[in-house]
């Protein structure tokens, strides 16, 4: 009884949610929507019996994607009222396209037959076998089935290099890199060291070494020899100049 | 009365009686961990901290408490009200429900539950909403940077800590506390997962945003981060669910690699000690190296974090990971 009381409360919240999802106004506020959406499936699945499935269901879509699409729908600046500029016009089209939609639905609903044996199956997703629900789910996906379960994360392989690709720019030449290493070392220069009153570090014999210089950027055309050579030469001619001038 | 406690009302009250026998020593815990984390900082610079009120400052969380009480709560004009209410409520729920599947002693949880483990790893993952929420609903920029900066850190650590965890539970063959517990009757693991167990430490500094991770409300460039707006009794709760959550993650730090309530060695004056007493010392232990760090590290700088989670951590664990399996299945110790 209270099984039951709980599907239909948390039923008619996931199907709430999910109206407020694509009716609110606010985009942040249908994200939320849809994490609450998501958390009432995850507690139907609990429901059912497939704890591991609605544990992952919280952690991958909750956890992970829904923080990353609230964090880009939070920074985005919309501008509602050019989102609803042209409604009035487009609705028609919409609303044709809508109404095929959801023809093909009924259509593919209408044909649709059930197994005499399904009924029976409903609601009933951990069959007593005495192994767990993780326990079944791991023998199916890495021992049963291993193959096809390589083939797919080798597409999401490709999907992952491919997006890498699209993105990846050549670095200009002359960009500074950080090293961090040498950034977070403790040089001499940070050291506290206890200095004999008028000695100076000389006494302790401390020679405080510069810090390293950071390191140059590349040169664009790799012939520095001749730039150090034309510095030189330009020095020499000022001092010339300045001398002729006093 | 055995009738009395079978019937779905009688469930319910035990259900009830088990949660604030968790809850009421729980809040008392945290309440106490703002005052001894004043108290251990202090000591570590050489101040007394608060002295006080009460003997030996013992009353000063309560003080502050009734401070917070009375104090007004400030909504800002702009602000998306339902949600700013949501923002501190969120975390503070979050940080308590997690406690239900915690094994306090062998078959000590109010929840003994399968899937124990991914039920800590999800509600630490929707730990992030809290922040989030309150920082966008503040509508103000220091408020929603702090957010941004610890929605992208949270999501970041998380990766580290689920190889870890899977790591622990490739030595363990379930996804059970009190089997995680459990199989680490000979030896902690602690010891054989070193690294893992720094790299878990060091990622629950970061999924509580606690120094030196402390970027989502660093003081020097965000004023408080996602807490500028708050004050009052939405202030407290935020406060309330930092420690819990500090508390909860030592907890998980003790039951997936010190051995829960296990004594050290299973020898005459170790196991006199009742297990809870065990569990409890073990938390403060990871309590205090919480505030030892805080008191000795500068702030993470954000890119510096960002390189810390992605490039020494993920890659680190993820080949430990792999290490471990193929130690097990070579030695044939792997569970059945």
Known sequence: ?246 | MDAFLASPIGVLAITVAQTLALLVPLLIGVAYMTLAERKVMAAMQMRKGPNVVGPFGLLQPFADALKMLLKETIIPAGASRALFILGPMLTLVLALIAWAVIPVNDGWAIADINVGVLYLLAISSLGVYGIVIAGWASNSKYAFLGALRSAAQMVSYEVSMGLVIVTVLLCVGSLNLTEIVRAQSTVWFAIPLFPMFIIFFVSTLAETNRPPFDLAEGESELVAGFMVEYSSMTYALFFLGEYANMILMSAMTTILFLGGWLPPFDIAPFNWVPGPIWFILKICLCLFTFVWVRATFPRYRYDQLMRLGWKIFLPFSLGWLILTAFVLKIMGWLPA
């Open chain 1, 1 to 246: 009884m209270i099984a039951a009381l709980a599907f239909y409360v948390f039923a008619a919240i996931l199907i709430a949610s999910a109206v407020m999802v694509v009716t609110s106004r606010n985009p942040v506020h249908s994200v939320l929507f849809l994490i609450l959406a998501f958390f009432n499936a995850s507690a139907l699945f609990l429901l059912a019996g497939a704890e591991f499935l609605a544990m992952i269901l919280v952690i991958v879509y909750v956890g992970a994607v829904a923080v990353l699409f609230l964090f880009i729908v939070m920074m985005l600046d919309i501008d509602f009222s050019r989102l609803r500029e042209g409604f009035q016009r487009y609705a028609p089209i919409g609303a044709v396209i809508g109404a095929i939609l959801f023809l093909e639905l009924l259509f593919v609903f209408g044909s649709w037959q059930f197994a005499p044996e399904a009924n029976s199956l409903r609601m009933n997703a951990a069959p007593e076998t005495g192994i767990s629900n993780t326990a079944a789910l791991g023998q199916l996906i890495y021992t049963d089935y291993i193959f096809l379960f390589q083939v797919a994360g080798l597409i999401l392989l490709v999907a992952m290099i491919g997006a890498i690709v699209l993105t990846l720019r050549d670095k200009p030449a002359n960009s500074r890199r950080q090293d961090i290493a040498v950034q977070v070392a403790r040089g001499e220069a940070v050291t506290l060291t206890a200095v004999p009153p008028r000695k100076g570090l000389a006494e302790l014999g401390i020679v405080r070494r510069p810090l390293p210089a950071p390191p140059k950027p590349k040169a664009i055309h790799g012939h520095g020899h001749d730039d150090h050579g034309h510095g030189h030469d330009n020095h020499g001619h000022d001092d010339k100049h300045g001398g002729g001038h006093h």
